[in-house]
């Protein structure tokens, strides 16, 4: 099933206005890069969406097995400053004393099945036109 996602281009040099699934998700570029750091980068978005993706699959796996949530997710990337490129990327769920310790890989690897993760790791094919109006 294809699904659209539509984008506005405000009156503003860098902020992207993207239209999806009724809800429109605002984007914008730092100052260092022209825009002016209204909003989240489209780097920022994917990087919130992937350990949002992380944490509420880790939830679904605690409450499925009665155990207590997480107290936070932390998730560290490692950037290459030449590339730009996302060379690594670490979670950190943190429990609480009372979170059974042999429940970790577990809970671990449950968390991995995150589908935004799993897009990164099995990419789509990517194909652009051009269309006049």
């Known amino acids: 099933m294809a699904k659209k996602v539509f984008t506005a281009i405000p009156n503003n040099k860098k902020r992207v206005d993207?239209?999806?699934?009724?809800?429109v998700v605002v984007?914008?570029?730092?100052?260092?890069?022209?825009?002016e750091n209204a909003a989240p980068s489209m780097?920022?978005?994917?990087?919130a969406g992937l350990v949002a993706c992380t944490t509420s699959t880790?939830?679904?796996y605690c409450k499925k097995?009665?155990?207590?949530?997480?107290e936070k997710v932390l998730?560290?990337?490692?950037?290459?400053?030449?590339?730009?490129l996302i060379t690594n990327v670490s979670?950190?769920?943190?429990v609480s004393p009372d979170f059974?310790?042999?429940?970790?890989?577990?809970?671990?690897?449950a968390a991995g099945h995150c589908t935004v993760k799993n897009w990164w790791l099995n990419p789509p094919a990517f194909e652009s036109t051009v269309s006049a109006e």
Do not use: I, Q, S
Request: aromatic share 12%; hydrophobic share 30%; proline share 6%.
């Open 58 to 60: 880790a939830r679904g």
């Open 27 to 35: 984007t914008d570029h730092t100052t260092n890069y022209g825009g």
């Open 65 to 70: 097995h009665d155990l207590p949530m997480p």
């Open 91 to 94: 979670f950190e769920f943190v």
């Open 100 to 109: 059974p310790e042999k429940r970790y890989n577990a809970l671990m690897k």
């Open 75 to 84: 998730m560290t990337y490692d950037m290459d400053e030449e590339t730009e």
């Open 18 to 23: 993207v239209h999806v699934d009724g809800h």
């Open 43 to 47: 780097g920022t978005v994917f990087l």
